[in-house]
C-alpha cells in the first residue's frame, strides 16, 4: 500500500515519490541507501495508520536526524567520510556500501570495515561476502579492520586483486588513511559495535 518511485540518490541524501492511498508525495530523507527509504516508507505508513497526512508525514521525513554514526556525513583535512560504525551485519554493510557506490565522487571511494558479530560459524564466510560484494560494486579501495575482519580482504581480492588491504589494529588503518586519503575520496566506515570503528574517525579528526 506504500511504496517509493523515482528513487533518486543525491548529496543531501535520498530522494523519491511515496505512492500511497491513490495519491503521490514527493520526499526526502537526509541519509544516503536505498535502505534509508525502506526506513522511510515503514515510518509514513504508520504515521498515516495514526491520521497524519502525507504533508506532515513527508515533512516530518525531511527533518529527521539519525543516531550517532549512523551514515553520518563528516569531513576531515578535505576528505569526505561516512560514519557507518554504530553497528553492522551482513545485510546492512551491503546497503551502506551499495549506497557508496552511488556517491557522485570526483576521487575513490574507500571502505573501512572492521568485523561484524555474532555471526557464528558464518562469520569467515559472511565477511568474505562482503568484501567480494564491495569488489563487484565497484568500490576502488576496500579495507578491513582486525582478525574478524580479515576474510572481507580476501573476498575483496578474490575478485579484484590489488584493491584490497588489511590492517591488524584501527592505528596501522589511521596512520594510512591520514597519508592516502585525499580530498575528493568518500570514505566509508563500518562495523559492529564490538570493532569500535568509530576509534578510526576520532583517530584521523
Do not use: W
Request: hydrophobic letters at 40%; one cysteine or more; charged letters at 20%.
Amino acid at each position: 500500500e506504500f511504496r517509493a518511485v523515482e528513487v533518486q540518490q543525491s548529496e543531501q541524501g535520498m530522494e523519491f515519490t511515496i505512492v500511497a492511498n491513490g495519491d503521490s508525495h514527493r520526499a526526502c530523507v537526509g541519509a544516503s541507501g536505498r535502505h534509508m527509504v525502506v526506513n522511510a516508507l515503514m515510518a509514513a505508513a504508520v504515521g498515516s495508520h495514526l491520521g497524519l497526512s502525507m504533508e506532515a508525514i513527508t515533512r516530518g521525513l525531511s527533518r529527521a536526524s539519525l543516531t550517532s554514526g549512523r551514515m553520518q556525513k563528516k569531513t576531515i583535512a578535505g576528505v569526505a567520510y561516512i560514519d557507518d560504525s554504530y553497528n553492522a551485519n551482513p545485510d546492512s554493510a551491503k546497503a551502506a556500501i551499495d549506497a557508496l557506490a552511488g556517491k557522485q565522487c570526483e576521487g575513490r571511494r574507500i571502505l573501512v570495515m572492521g568485523g561484524m558479530a555474532e555471526l557464528g560459524d558464518l562469520s569467515v564466510d559472511e565477511h568474505r561476502k562482503v568484501g567480494r560484494a564491495a569488489a563487484e560494486a565497484g568500490i576502488d579501495c576496500i579495507f578491513s579492520v582486525g582478525e574478524k575482519a580479515e576474510p572481507v580482504y580476501t573476498g575483496a581480492q578474490s575478485q579484484l586483486p590489488g584493491c584490497a588491504q588489511h590492517f591488524d589494529n584501527h592505528q596501522q588503518c589511521i596512520d594510512f588513511l591520514h597519508v592516502e586519503a585525499c580530498p575528493g575520496d568518500i570514505v566509508l566506515v563500518k562495523g559492529s559495535r564490538s570493532s569500535a570503528m568509530e576509534k578510526i574517525l576520532e583517530g584521523l579528526g
